[in-house]
């Protein structure tokens, strides 16, 4: 096993999956400073993918703001965040963010955000998968062939994001594919495609970073100090996501696992204590056979 | 390691209180049904290779049968958990050690054949070579069949059981000891003569011991990934556990003068052991369905886990 297959920076995540030769990766950069919760991607994900409906009733409000989607799930591949947030007196002086919906009194700021699956480089439901069903694409992404996954479930909690889930009218797994047959057909996904504001911009990863290094730096000179990359950087605990985001505030509050880290880093630790367990079992039952045999 | 608050509640953050992981589909009974069966089936492959060498005849008969039954009703079990239970056979498509369920579908798959030929050669009385041998190898199938759960758990994102993988395999380690000691004691209720089973009561007060330790260690977890043992439902089921086993293997302790106290130690035993896996889940999915055990697990002030480190 070479380095960094379970854990770290990878620079060629097609190619150690096999790829001999294979196109650049490519991944989202998800900008929410100019996201102004149109939800376009949403419908046109539906749309392109042919998306069921959610379980439940789609009519159902759920009183957080204008999000009526939720979170992502089995049949929502991406989701728009609406976090209504008061904004101290003096606090939030960026010219730049200011021109996104706020209240007359200026005491309430709106944030917007699409998540997506993360294309992890270090993708624990690809790890954790015991029927080859999710797979590395020539692209850097990852995928859930429909026609080999068993339901198993087993992704659904290894995901650090909660991504993946199960349809249980259908038993197998779902998740976004970054519209893997547009992407083979050279097109752009439609999310992508569909967004009014390039808020969801789609590309060869590394331009992406490097985009979104110098919009961050204008936010910073614009004075909005919050804003941060998520996800970026390919020493992070998931070595990087092939989708990325620049947040206004603590990724939490979007619903976002701070600092993730694939479970997989700490498995062959855990493979050692399996083995230290076996041993103790076969060693309590010798124990117990160990005496003279009862006679009485 | 010291306990102390991990995130001060004032800053505890998130959107609109939703989970930020996905609540795990694994269902009740099928997931601890399996985890109990499996544990039994390979204890006492062990215990059958055990009493075969020692010359415990009705011991090894009762164990080799017991393991086989105990192999595929888990398996059933296990299958009837998938969405797509018909794709079964997908399990065996590929050989994945990064997928603690690819290394158990290929554990089971060989222990159930090893574990039924050896059941099979007790029975039959047929090439009792063979059937030795196969036992010899089951017995080696049986212990990595019991152990390897623990890293299903632990291989996940969820807090409650990627951080307490160590307890929880050692849970799993000591419950099979304790399933297949109790399973000796159930026939020892039963059977004519029981002077083949003094190993079953001592397997099983073994197995009461590391089981309730390895229980204890997770209620008393410091942190607040802990939490999920020692609060709530899954708390006080894991609590029950506790005290089914401890007094089972109390009980187990006159089971050699008495078959009733053998039978009802058997109960007891196999009662505590169906809780543990039951609390096991139960806790995961507390732990996965609020934000605030996620978030604690990964903010910076957090000490590091000494569950991380190698074993000694």
């Known amino acids: 096993m070479t380095a960094n297959r379970l854990y770290g920076p990878l620079a060629d995540v097609s190619g150690d999956a096999g790829y001999a030769e294979h196109p650049q990766r490519v991944g989202f950069f998800t900008d929410t400073s100019v996201c102004i919760g149109c939800k376009a991607c949403e419908v046109a994900c539906k749309e392109w993918n042919a998306l069921p409906e959610p379980d439940g009733d789609v009519l159902t409000l759920t009183g957080m703001s204008y999000d009526n989607t939720g979170a992502l799930g089995s049949n929502s591949w991406r989701h728009v965040a609406f976090i209504e947030q008061p904004v101290p007196a003096n606090g939030h002086a960026g010219e730049l963010i200011t021109q996104q919906p706020v209240d007359a009194d200026g005491a309430t700021r709106w944030l917007m955000a699409s998540d997506v699956c993360k294309h992890c480089t270090h993708a624990a439901c690809l790890d954790v998968c015991p029927t080859g069903a999710l797979v590395r694409t020539e692209f850097g992404t990852v995928i859930v062939q429909p026609d080999v996954c068993n339901g198993c479930a087993y992704c659904v909690s290894a995901c650090p994001f909660g991504v993946i889930d199960r349809r249980e009218d259908d038993g197998r797994a779902w998740k976004c594919t970054m519209c893997y047959d547009r992407l083979r057909g050279g097109l752009e996904p439609a999310c992508a495609k569909a967004c009014p504001t390039d808020s969801i911009q789609f590309g060869p990863l590394d331009e992406l970073r490097a985009v979104a290094q110098s919009r961050l730096e204008e936010l910073h000179a614009g004075g909005e100090t919050q804003a941060r990359l998520y996800l970026d950087d390919p020493d992070d605990g998931i070595g990087g996501g092939g989708a990325f985001f620049l947040l206004l505030d603590e990724p939490e509050v979007y619903g976002l696992p701070p600092d993730p880290v694939v479970t997989t880093r700490d498995l062959p630790r855990m493979w050692q204590w399996a083995g230290a367990a076996a041993v103790v079992l076969a060693a309590g039952v010798a124990v117990a056979f160990s005496g003279r045999r009862d006679t009485a | ?312």
């Not at chain 2, 390895?214 to 609590?239: F, I």
């Open chain 2, 1 to 312: 390691m010291s306990e102390q608050p991990q995130v001060p509640p004032a800053e505890f953050q998130s959107y609109y209180g939703k989970p930020i992981l996905k609540v795990s589909r694994w269902r009740e009974p099928h997931l601890p049904a399996y985890l109990f069966l499996g544990e039994l089936s390979g204890a006492l492959a062990v215990v059958g290779a055990a009493a075969d060498a020692t010359g415990r005849r009705s011991l090894a008969r009762v164990a080799r049968v017991t393991a086989a039954l105990g192999a595929y009703a888990g398996g059933a079990f296990l299958t009837a958990e998938l969405g797509r239970p018909e794709r079964f056979l997908n399990m065996l498509r590929v050989a994945k050690p990064t997928s603690p369920m690819s290394m158990g579908s290929w554990i089971l798959a060989s222990h159930s054949g090893l574990a039924s030929a050896a059941a099979a050669s007790e029975v039959t009385g047929l090439l009792p070579g063979l059937g030795a041998l196969a036992g010899a190898g089951s017995a080696v199938t049986g212990p990595l069949l019991a152990a390897y759960p623990g890293v299903l758990f632990g291989n996940t994102a969820v807090p409650a059981w990627h951080e307490a993988h160590r307890e929880i395999t050692m849970l799993f380690a000591g419950g099979a000891m304790t399933a297949a000691g109790a399973a000796g004691l159930a026939a020892s209720a039963v059977s004519p003569d029981r002077r083949d089973f003094d190993a079953a009561w001592k397997l099983a007060m073994i197995g009461a011991a590391v089981e309730s330790a390895a229980g204890y260690g997770l209620e008393t977890r410091p942190g607040k990934s802990g939490e999920p043992y020692r609060t709530g439902n899954s708390g006080r089921v894991l609590a029950a556990a506790r005290y089914l086993t401890l007094s089972g293997g109390v009980a187990a302790l006159a089971a050699r003068r008495s078959r009733t106290a053998a039978a009802v130690s058997a109960a007891l035993l196999t009662g505590g052991g169906i809780c543990a896996k039951v609390a096991v889940l139960r806790a995961g999915k507390a732990s996965a369905a609020d934000p605030a055990y996620v978030v604690a697990s990964q903010r910076p002030a957090e000490e590091p886990d000494p569950a991380m480190a190698a074993p000694a």
